[in-house]
């Protein structure tokens, strides 16, 4: 069965980067979209972006554009997601995660996340 | 961006039936996906398309949807599914986005 990975926790700064890393075991990762979601403390998910199979390209969510960078080792099938100019605001769990997504025979689509990694616990603080 | 909302907490009694819902306009042609999050865990899929469950969900866990709204019911509710629970949707602006709901706390009396 698949499973996700994660780096460990870190502390950063603010206005310093962090890079979390998720590995993929029991599949291959060019056969996969990878997707990332983070938590903050107390508060919901929130989805920052991931791989769209549909137009071939990474898609961010508008409230993180220009600050992450989500990248693909396939020879070691990890992934990747860089976050830059960290505020204490951004301090959260970050999940990465497996999205699949299907038109049903209705015309309705929909996606899902399943597995997900463990999460990595990023704290930004001077 | 389209958005998708939740009631923030609900309640059920032991073995009673609950359902949890999802408003958004993107539910009138995507169907939600939902989650359950316990405390210190990373989500977990239990409900996913028109009605589908994974490997290793209960079948007490289920999934239906009319209009903008996307509900999972739980049928005789036990103290384990007390958890946080997230709907989870692509966003109707046609950019290919997802989006989840702000969480539903479920509490099992």
């Known amino acids: 069965q698949v499973q996700l990975i994660q780096s460990g926790a870190e502390v950063k700064k603010p206005g310093a980067s962090v890079k979390v890393s998720c590995k993929v075991s029991?599949?291959?990762?060019?056969?996969?979209?990878i997707h990332w979601v983070r938590q903050a403390p107390g508060k919901g998910l929130q989805w920052v972006g991931g791989?769209?199979?549909?137009?071939?390209?990474?898609i961010y969510a508008q409230k993180f554009q220009g600050r992450v960078t989500m990248t693909e080792d396939t020879s070691t099938d990890t992934a990747y997601m860089e976050l830059s100019s960290l505020r204490s605001d951004d301090t959260a769990v970050y999940y990465c995660?497996?999205?699949?997504?299907?038109?049903?025979?209705?015309?309705?689509?929909?996606?899902?996340?399943?597995?997900w990694g463990q999460g990595t616990l990023v704290t930004v603080s001077s | 961006s389209s958005e998708l909302t939740q009631d923030p907490a609900v309640s059920v009694a032991l073995g009673q039936t609950v359902r949890i819902t999802c408003q958004g306009d993107?539910?009138?042609?995507?169907?939600a996906s939902w989650y359950q999050q316990k405390p210190g865990e990373a989500p977990v899929l239990v409900i996913y398309?028109?009605?589908n469950r994974p490997s290793g969900i209960p079948d007490r866990f289920s999934g239906s949807s009319s209009g903008n709204t996307a509900s999972l019911t739980i049928t005789g509710a036990q103290a384990e599914d007390e958890a946080d629970y997230y709907c989870?949707?692509?966003?109707?602006?046609?950019?290919?986005?997802?989006?989840f709901g702000g969480g539903t706390k479920l509490t099992v009396l």
């Open positions: 995660a497996i999205d699949a997504h299907y038109y049903d025979s209705s015309g309705y689509d929909y996606n899902w996340f399943d597995p």
């Open positions: 029991g599949y291959i990762l060019s056969k996969l979209s």
């Open positions: 791989f769209d199979p549909e137009n071939g390209e990474t």
């Open positions: 993107t539910l009138r042609s995507s169907y």
């Open positions: 398309g028109k009605n």
């Open positions: 989870n949707s692509r966003d109707s602006s046609g950019d290919h986005q997802r989006v």
